[in-house]
């Protein structure tokens, strides 16, 4: 019978981490290469005409439901909708969402818990 050629741990470690990134690194590159040489990939679509200049803020005064909200806080929601893909004009009125289920959600968990 043969001996083995190393007995420490260390070396026989490191051995088997080399051997572990380089099985690793040849499954990237064939993903590499497969991405590239791809047959279904779809065509690069030529580039859109320039975009349009960003649209201004909405011309008549936005309404919002609470009078807390400021006019920096307003311009931002606007400014949110509007980079999603809406036109400030298509904003009508910024208001909190209604959710009593949360509300009362938080009132009975606060009725159960034991003291």
Same mark, same amino acid.
């Given at each position: 019978?043969?001996?083995?050629?190393?007995?420490?741990?260390?070396?026989?470690?490191?051995? *088997?981490?080399?051997?572990?990134?380089?099985?690793?690194?040849?499954?990237?590159?064939?993903?590499?290469?497969?991405? @590239?040489?791809?047959?279904?990939?779809?065509?690069?679509?030529?580039?859109?005409? $320039?975009? $349009?200049?960003?649209? !201004?803020?909405?011309?008549?005064?936005?309404?919002?439901?609470?009078?807390?909200? !400021?006019?920096?806080?307003?311009?931002?929601?606007?400014?949110?909708?509007?980079?999603?893909?809406? !036109?400030?004009?298509?904003?009508?009125?910024?208001?909190?969402?209604?959710?009593?289920?949360?509300? *009362?959600?938080?009132?009975? $968990?606060?009725? @159960?818990? $034991?003291?």
């Amino acid at each position: 019978m043969h001996q083995p050629v190393t007995n420490n741990p260390f070396v026989i470690m490191f051995i *088997n981490m080399v051997i572990v990134f380089a099985v690793l690194t040849a499954i990237w590159g064939l993903i590499e290469l497969t991405h @590239r040489l791809d047959p279904t990939k779809k065509k690069a679509e030529p580039p859109a005409a $320039s975009p $349009s200049a960003p649209t !201004s803020a909405p011309t008549g005064p936005v309404k919002s439901a609470s009078t807390g909200l !400021s006019s920096e806080t307003v311009a931002v929601i606007a400014a949110a909708v509007t980079a999603c893909g809406y !036109s400030a004009d298509q904003i009508h009125a910024i208001r909190p969402a209604e959710q009593p289920a949360w509300r *009362n959600y938080g009132r009975v $968990s606060g009725m @159960r818990t $034991s003291r």
